[in-house]
């Protein structure tokens, strides 16, 4: 940057590279920190990494995703938090803060995963597609992180974050006593979900 800057413009700026430093993410769809659910008390939390991000003008938005349970965690329900992510088109705007960004961006892979990871959910009317919210950095789980994620198969233990063998792509087939309950299923142990969609448009029939 050159020119005057402002004081505090000026020490939101460190702040932001020193949190993306620390803890940024990218992927093909942009760059992303993520922070816990109630984290003030000892880092910055979302709000305030948005707060820093509007003084320097930077456009972004603020979701919410869930990360794994801890290990040594009690609750095995995955950790809720506040993910703050900067559009790839967007990321130009926050270049001249931080130059060493530039270089990095550019090499990201154009067939570098995205944000979402995208199950096929067998319904009574048809196939739908479901979203799941989680931070950016999901690809990179290790195996058991992404066991407690609940994104392996539930039958084969298949890890379903592998996008290049379309017999195993992941169905949300859940039990018929946990209806609620997400349940992670690849396309060989489902049927690619046509056993479910039968079965749950014979009930819907039998209802109506």
Same mark, same amino acid.
């Given at each position: 940057? &050159?020119?005057?800057?402002? *004081? %505090? ?6 702040? !932001?590279?020193?949190?993306?430093? @620390?803890? =940024? ?78 270089? &990095?961006?550019?090499?990201? *892979? %154009? ?6 990871? !995208?199950?096929?959910?067998?319904? @009574?009317? =048809? ?78 029939? &039998?209802?109506?």
């Amino acid at each position: 940057m &050159t020119g005057a800057v402002a *004081p %505090e413009v000026r020490a939101a700026q460190r702040r !932001i590279v020193s949190t993306i430093n @620390a803890s =940024g993410k990218l992927n093909g769809d942009g760059l992303a920190l993520w922070r816990e659910a109630n984290c003030g008390e000892w880092k910055a939390t979302a709000a305030d990494i948005s707060r820093d991000l509007d003084l320097l003008q930077v456009p972004h938005t603020i979701v919410t995703a869930f990360r794994f349970p801890l290990a040594s965690s009690y609750s095995k329900a995955m950790r809720e938090g506040e993910e703050v992510r900067i559009l790839r088109r967007d990321l130009p705007h926050l270049v001249p803060w931080m130059p060493s960004l530039e270089q &990095t961006v550019t090499d990201i *892979p %154009e067939d570098a995963p995205g944000w979402d990871f !995208i199950l096929f959910q067998p319904r @009574a009317e =048809g196939m739908a597609l479901a979203k799941l919210v989680l931070p950016t950095e999901w690809p990179a789980w290790s195996k058991k992180q992404t066991r407690a994620a609940r994104l392996v198969c539930a039958e084969c233990d298949y890890d379903l974050r592998d996008p290049e063998d379309e017999t195993r792509l992941p169905y949300d087939v859940r039990l018929p006593d946990q209806p609620k309950r997400r349940r992670p299923v690849c396309g060989q142990c489902c049927n690619n979900g046509v056993d479910e969609m039968e079965r749950l448009a014979a009930l819907a029939g &039998t209802s109506s």
